[in-house]
């Protein structure tokens, strides 16, 4: 029994030691470019496409560089934090201004794959670089990986509490949402998601496939998703015309209307009219969100679907 | 001999009138919602309305006629061209037509959206009239040689489209909308559309047919015509009208799509068909025909984000056609697009007489003025002269030191480098096709390094940087390459060169188009396409340094045997040149190094072709001179087109290479009115 006692009491401390000696290994993270370091928890950070700002305000991180701060602005409207009007611009995502984010000195490079890609050595020179994957591979549930990626960034920026605390608040809100939308009667509902954009001739439908983020939240929320197509798993959507819309009927249609030329090109069509779920008014729109890995759009966007479906 | 004429032209015109109603049943069978047949035909006649009526009477009927009536336009107004030019080689989309439209639709899409809703046609058909008054400059008047005003229109075209691309990069949301639309599309959204287009076309087309006893007078030449009593300027002019109208209308509603207008006049005429009274139905009915198979082929992919555009599918179609004509091309009218005569040269007198050293000296400190001025400004962060001199002596590890010896400097450096050897390059290909409008686009190198990268990028998104370069210059080596091999079977002249050279490069086009609609959500994939020595450093100095390291002597110890490429075959043979080695020799090099280039950077385009003619007003057409000047120009080129680039929109940077183009088209205009004038 002491033997015992002893052995259990050794171990809880040697198992304490790592938090002491390895203050270094805590601020190396994997994420889709490899392994990331940093010295020491990172401060001043450089956010380079929309999702990295989010990730950063959620954390309660304000970020000293962006790229188009405006579209931050304009895709999350008033409700989500607000982003420092002092941010230094970047540039455009494609193509940030690398001498500016030398001269702001960062310790940390927030990105996603494809925009850090063409200067990756150079940016590396600044500052490590941190960068995900719009759309993980592996086919995954990308809410999930949106949570994980959450808390990888917040062990780079020493904001774990803060992910904790943000991750607990948005299963509140689902929990809650869950149970308004359960008093209406709305639980297994079948439901489909589409984002409208104005295409070439013709409206374009962005359909989302079950894995996709959204399609995720509205799951969460107690609906039951009606898309679901092995050959959209990869990037968790697909785009297609009105026609592909018959096939989902029976479901309520919800949509984001990515510009207004869009809808009303969608509603011009005779097929629009007839399809069941608009002519028996299971509709609802939804502001437009940028949603794929951004965890405050994510928030906005299950507030949006439970005020929605209460109107 | 007469009736069996007439009986040819009855089985193309029934053939036509068949195949037509073939294409539109299977086309209306095609879309996104699996309908069967039995389903379709009963939409026709059912009286009741449910979805599926509606899918296939409001949504693919429309669709396939207007399949028909853009194919027909597009078709008929190839053959305008083609007749009225007296050039079998042209299409409009060929002359630019369909670049000029375009990039008029983007300006009015960003820039004006009323302007676009209310009056489309107007946009699209003043885009259309200004390429082709530019290329019509450009290639020096109507009368131009076939193979130069298609060299022109395929240089407006690309600087064109160069400048598109670059307003899609910069206006991300608009671009979503519209970069679907680049290649073409049928789709339609109801009615609408076509209630707009069809009276328009309807008349254009009857205009056309009223007008075809003239085109056949036409097709005489102006002096034939004018003597059997023909007021050639009116017809020309209503013709041009026609053509610009019948394009401009069917891009405002389908967006580009190319060859149409270039594979069924020639196939109508391969049938042995000679008047235009026949001619342009069986165009229309042809030209409705192949337009519908094509667009049904891209349904056989899967929903729009895998469906190729319909543009592309006709390019893939319409650029083999042109490599088959010039490939197995032997007599008749044919024969004149590739003839010797008609490669000119501007001829240019020169503009100074100082002496070569000097003109080099002032080159050079012209780089360094760029060079000081590019390190001490250019670029987000300012510094003020003394900070740059303390960077520039090593004031170890301050912002300013790696912001001057990690960016500004390799940036610089690299585009003094590119511009060289785009220009070295340059100077090769206008002395290999004895052509004054020749560059690295129309030898394919660029087309090929472009469809490599994004092909590399489709099947592995994070491909690091240098083996998207490599990919490129594997590219560009290859479609450099194939231009060569094709063009050294028949011969190596500088005609066929350049024409299989642009079929090559429409077929890597058509690739590109149809890779770029596939990424187009989740990427930003023409940052790789357009040229800017953005994101580059110290190692790609060190590639492109040796590359041009090693060309450079190479050239210029052939020097004097390209100089005599200049002559014709028969006199370069008699002093004792072996004409093809020369050229092959040559253009290999200038593929070699074109490729390394456009892997670095991206394609550039003008620099290769501004910058040879620049030298040549400054010391004349020696050889040596211009093998020296040439580089430096170019160098000055792209260096001052960069740092244009960075200060315009900063802290947003503008592509390098449509900064060129801004400059690039309005020099090659001076340059020909002037070369007119002497």
């Known amino acids: 029994m002491t033997y015992y006692r002893r052995h259990i009491l050794g171990s809880m401390v040697l198992s304490l030691l790592p938090f002491c000696n390895a203050k270094a290994e805590d601020h190396c993270i994997h994420d889709d470019l490899g392994e990331t370091c940093v010295d020491k928890t990172a401060s001043r950070v450089v956010a380079l496409d929309q999702q990295s700002i989010e990730f950063l305000l959620a954390l309660g991180v304000q970020p000293v560089g962006v790229t188009s701060p405006e579209n931050y602005r304009k895709f999350t409207g008033n409700s989500a934090p607000e982003l420092s009007y002092s941010v230094q611009d970047l540039g455009l995502s494609s193509s940030p201004n690398i001498e500016l984010i030398m001269a702001l000195q960062p310790d940390l490079i927030l990105g996603n794959i494809t925009n850090v890609q063409k200067n990756l050595s150079l940016l590396k020179e600044i500052a490590p670089v941190s960068a995900f994957a719009s759309y993980p591979s592996g086919h995954s549930d990308q809410f999930t990986t949106m949570l994980s990626n959450l808390r990888t960034i917040a062990r780079l920026v020493g904001r774990a509490t803060e992910a904790d605390h943000f991750c607990k608040m948005l299963d509140t809100a689902l929990d809650t949402g869950y149970r308004r939308l359960a008093t209406l009667g709305l639980t297994s509902k079948p439901v489909v998601l589409g984002n409208i954009n104005a295409g070439a001739r013709g409206a374009e439908i962005m359909l989302f496939n079950q894995n996709a983020l959204p399609a995720q939240i509205l799951k969460r929320l107690g609906f039951s998703y009606a898309c679901n197509d092995e050959r959209y798993r990869e990037k968790g959507f697909t785009v297609t015309s009105v026609e592909t819309l018959m096939e989902f009927e029976n479901a309520d249609f919800l949509y984001m209307p990515f510009n207004e030329k869009g809808m009303e090109r969608l509603i011009q069509t005779p097929i629009w009219r007839n399809l069941r779920f608009v002519r028996e008014k299971r509709l609802h729109s939804i502001p437009y969100r940028l949603i794929h890995n951004a965890p405050l759009s994510t928030r906005l966007f299950q507030a949006d679907v439970v005020s929605a479906f209460q109107s | ?678």
Request: proline letters at 5%; glycine letters at 12%; charged letters at 10%.
């Open chain 2, 1 to 678: 001999m007469m009736t069996k004429q007439r009986q040819s032209e009855y089985i193309v015109l029934l053939c036509g009138a068949l195949a037509l109603v073939f294409t539109f049943a299977l086309n209306i069978t095609q879309g996104e919602a699996s309908i069967n047949f039995a389903a379709i035909l009963n939409a026709f006649f059912d009286t009741q309305k449910n979805l599926t009526t509606d899918i296939i009477l409001g949504f693919r009927l429309p669709r396939a006629i207007m399949g028909c009536i853009a194919g027909g336009a597009l078709a008929v107004s190839g053959a305008l061209t083609q007749s009225i030019l007296r050039n079998p080689i042209v299409s409009p989309s060929l002359l630019g037509i369909h670049a000029g439209s375009f990039l008029f639709i983007v300006l009015a899409v960003i820039f004006a959206p009323l302007l676009m809703a209310d009056h489309p046609f107007l946009v699209s058909i003043s885009g259309g009239l200004c390429a082709v008054l530019l290329v019509g400059l450009i290639a020096g008047g109507r009368s131009a040689p076939p193979l130069r005003m298609l060299l022109s229109g395929l240089l407006v075209g690309m600087s064109l489209n160069g400048l598109t691309e670059a307003l899609l990069i910069l206006h991300e949301e608009q671009s979503r909308q519209i970069i679907g639309w680049n290649a073409g599309s049928l789709r339609q959204n109801g009615w609408d559309n076509l209630q707009l287009v069809w009276p328009w076309i309807t008349v254009s087309l009857l205009l056309a047919l009223l007008m075809a006893h003239q085109l056949d007078v036409a097709r005489l030449g102006s002096d034939a015509a004018r003597g059997l009593g023909q007021k050639t300027r009116l017809v020309s002019g209503i013709v041009f009208a026609l053509i610009l109208i019948l394009s401009g209308i069917t891009i405002a509603v389908t967006g580009p799509i190319g060859f149409v207008g270039l594979v069924v006049p020639h196939l109508v005429k391969q049938a042995g068909i000679r008047r235009h009274a026949i001619i342009l139905p069986a165009c229309i009915l042809w030209g409705g025909s192949l337009l519908l198979a094509a667009d049904t082929l891209t349904y056989q992919l899967g929903s729009l984000t895998d469906t190729p555009p319909v543009g592309a599918v006709t390019a893939m179609i319409g650029a083999p056609f042109l490599l088959w004509l010039v490939l197995h091309q032997s007599h008749g009218d044919r024969g004149v697009i590739l003839s010797e005569g008609q490669t000119s040269r501007f001829f240019l007198p020169r503009i100074t007489y100082a002496p070569l050293w000097l003109i080099a000296v002032f080159i050079l400190s012209l780089i360094i003025l760029l060079l000081i001025a590019g390190l001490a400004w250019v670029g987000g962060y300012s510094l003020s002269v003394s900070q740059l001199l303390q960077a520039l002596h090593g004031a170890k590890g301050s912002i300013a030191e790696r912001i001057v010896w990690n960016i500004r400097l390799p940036r610089l450096c690299n585009a003094f480098l590119v511009g060289a050897g785009f220009a070295l390059a340059g100077t090769l290909f206008q002395a290999v096709l004895r052509n004054p409008l020749a560059d690295s686009g129309v030898v394919g190198v660029s087309g090929g390094a472009a469809a490599a990268s994004l092909l590399l990028l489709a099947l592995v998104p994070a491909a690091p940087p240098y083996a998207i370069g490599l990919s490129a210059l594997s590219g560009g080596l290859c479609s450099g390459g194939a231009v060569y091999a094709m063009a050294w079977h028949l011969g190596l002249s500088p005609g066929r060169l350049s024409i299989i050279g642009i079929s090559v490069a429409a077929l890597c086009g058509a690739f590109t188009q149809i890779l770029l609609i596939q990424s187009r959500f989740t990427g930003n994939p023409l940052i790789w396409l357009i040229g800017s020595p953005y994101g580059t450093s110290w190692s790609t100095t060190s590639l492109l340094a040796v590359t041009l390291v090693v060309a450079f002597p190479c050239v210029w110890l052939i020097a004097e045997l390209i100089g005599l490429l200049c002559l014709n075959d028969q006199s370069a043979h008699g002093l004792g040149l072996d004409v093809n080695t020369t050229r092959l020799l040559a253009g290999g090099i200038g593929i070699a190094v074109a490729s390394l280039c456009v892997s670095c950077t991206g394609p550039i385009g003008y620099v290769g072709l501004i910058a040879p003619h620049m030298a040549r007003l400054l010391v004349g057409h020696l050889t040596r001179p211009n093998l020296l000047l040439a580089p430096l120009i170019g160098a000055v080129l792209v260096g001052a087109a960069d740092c244009l680039a960075r200060v315009i929109i900063a802290p947003a940077e503008l592509p390098t290479g449509a900064v060129i183009a801004m400059i690039g088209a309005p020099y090659l205009l001076y340059l020909t009115r002037r070369s007119l004038k002497a």
